[in-house]
Structures are given as structure tokens and as C-alpha cells.
Nanobody
């Protein structure tokens, strides 16, 4: 099985920047898709960004131009660089990987103050 550990949650000012990290561990040969979802208070979980092993990316319209997803394949780590943060970005952010089936981290809370 794959285990995912997110880090980097915290309190951030609106307009500021922040970075999240997620490390995948376990018996892993290669991971095709890694990504981030988020769930804001009172809302459904939504996709934020994904990245393939080849570097192809996909972003939610709400974060395009502000967030950047990247990965280090050798370290099985995915990052989410968040710039120009808005209060509506406040959510629990979940790391996910596709490795036969979907695996999820426990989530890390990002709070953007207004």
C-alpha cells in the first residue's frame, strides 16, 4: 500500500504565498498521476491540480495563474506552490496519487486570513 504525508499547512495572509508538500512512501515502483484536492468548509471536495509522471499538468479554473504543481519523481514527492492567496482558498488540502487505485493523505489545513 501507498502512504501519503502532507506538510505545509498553516495560517497565511491574503495575497501571500505558501507551499505544500506530499511524500509518498511504501512499496512503489512508479506513480503516474499525483495531485491535490481541497475541501472548504461547507463545500464538496474539489480538484485543485494534477501532474503526470511526464510533467503534464491540469488545474482548476479557480487557481490557474496562481498555483503551480510540481513533482520530484526520484523522491516520490509532489508540491503545490500557492501564490496570490485569497480567503476563498481556505480549505483542507489533500494529496492524492494514482497507483492502481487512488490513495489519499490525511489532509492539511490552509487558512487564508482576510
Amino acid at each position: 500500500q501507498v502512504q501519503l504525508v502532507e506538510s505545509g499547512g498553516g495560517l497565511v495572509q491574503a495575497g501571500g504565498s505558501h507551499r505544500l508538500s506530499c511524500v509518498a512512501s511504501g512499496t512503489i515502483f512508479s506513480i503516474n498521476v499525483m495531485g491535490w484536492y481541497r475541501q472548504a468548509p461547507g463545500k464538496q471536495r474539489e480538484l485543485v491540480a494534477t501532474i503526470t509522471s511526464g510533467g503534464s499538468t491540469n488545474y482548476a479554473d479557480s487557481v490557474k495563474g496562481r498555483f503551480t504543481i510540481s513533482r520530484d519523481n526520484a523522491k516520490n514527492t509532489v508540491y503545490l506552490q500557492m501564490n496570490s492567496l485569497k480567503p476563498e482558498d481556505t480549505a483542507v488540502y489533500y494529496c492524492t496519487v494514482k497507483y492502481g487505485v487512488d490513495y489519499w493523505g490525511k489532509g492539511t489545513l490552509v487558512t487564508v486570513s482576510s
